[in-house]
């Protein structure tokens, strides 16, 4: 897929006119040119001799212009004040709860992957179930008497040391 040399966030105040593509309900930036796999590379100098789309990317004048022209809302402009108050919100969150905003994140992550670069997406897959099942052991040992803690850990410790000897 095509590779821009922006990320996917909001564009920058100064100058927003640049390529736009559509990713879900968020749109990827690139204020001077993409990239694609085939070695082609499209320039903002040379936006207005371009037939669009091309590949998913338009170029907009602004980022308004690609918000409204795609159908999505602008998101509101972020300020100190914002990302504290997004930072003071997680904090108020459980742990439970800020687990299951970060698999709600990751399980969009991996639906992006899948069709971009399906080989990445199987990996984060992987370490994301591997996440999911160390979090249900904890979860299970917070349940246990400290005896029996120690027993788990033991049994636990016994049982890598097995699989690096193999």
């Keep these: 897929m095509p590779k821009s040399k922006a990320s996917s966030s909001s564009p920058a105040p100064r100058s927003t006119g640049g390529f736009y593509k559509k990713n879900g309900n968020r749109l990827s930036f690139a ?12 320039e903002v100098t040379k936006h207005s001799v371009y ?19 795609e159908g999505l809302e602008m998101p509101p402009p972020l300020t100190h004040e914002s990302i504290a108050a997004k930072i003071a919100s997680r904090r108020a969150m459980s742990p439970e709860e800020r687990e299951t905003e970060r698999a709600q994140r990751d399980a969009e992550k991996i ?9 990445r997406a199987a990996k984060l897959q992987a370490r994301l179930e591997e996440r999911q099942a160390h979090l249900a ?3 299970a040992m917070t349940a246990m008497s400290p005896q029996e803690r120690r027993a788990a850990r033991e049994a636990e410790r016994t049982t890598r040391l097995a699989a690096r000897k193999h």
């Excluded at 037939?51 to 022209?69: D, F, M, V």
């Excluded at 639906?111 to 080989?119: K, S, T």
């Design 31 to 42: 204020p001077t040119k993409v990239h694609f796999p085939n070695g082609s590379v499209i």
């Design 51 to 69: 037939r669009y789309p091309i590949l998913g990317w338009s170029y907009y004048e602004t980022a308004e212009a690609a918000y409204a022209a």
């Design 111 to 119: 639906a992006h992957l899948q069709e971009r670069n399906p080989e």
């Design 137 to 139: 052991q904890r979860s």
